[in-house]
């Protein structure tokens, strides 16, 4: 996702669940292919090296469970919190997950399909 209407739709027309370390937002939208991406690191989540790595793993957890995904055509914006940056994989990966499963996005663990 590149455009400020993107994000603003999400944002006023979708869902979110906070978590620690992420804010997680999903948008439902039949017109997509694909699902749609956007990472959100504002400075408040670190310096410019953190918020970088941040969006690198942002990117690498939605390219290792977007296809495990119930329904794939919809945006999905991921938002650093504060302290985001100190977590590590393990820690951002749990959360990030967690609010995705709060989401339905994904099964629940104690879910079998």
């Not at 999400?10 to 370390?21: L, M």
């Amino acid at each position: 996702m590149t455009h400020r209407a993107d994000f603003a739709r999400v944002k006023n027309t979708g869902q979110a669940k906070a978590g620690r370390f992420v804010i997680l937002s999903t948008l439902h939208d039949p017109a997509l292919e694909t699902i749609r991406t956007g990472f959100i690191t504002t400075k408040r989540s670190g310096k410019a090296h953190d918020r970088s790595l941040l969006r690198r793993r942002f990117r690498s957890l939605v390219q290792a469970h977007a296809p495990g995904f119930s329904e794939i055509r919809r945006y999905l914006v991921t938002i650093a919190r504060p302290g985001a940056s100190q977590a590590t994989f393990a820690e951002l990966e749990a959360d990030w997950l967690r609010q995705a499963r709060r989401l339905g996005l994904l099964p629940r663990p104690d879910e079998k399909s």
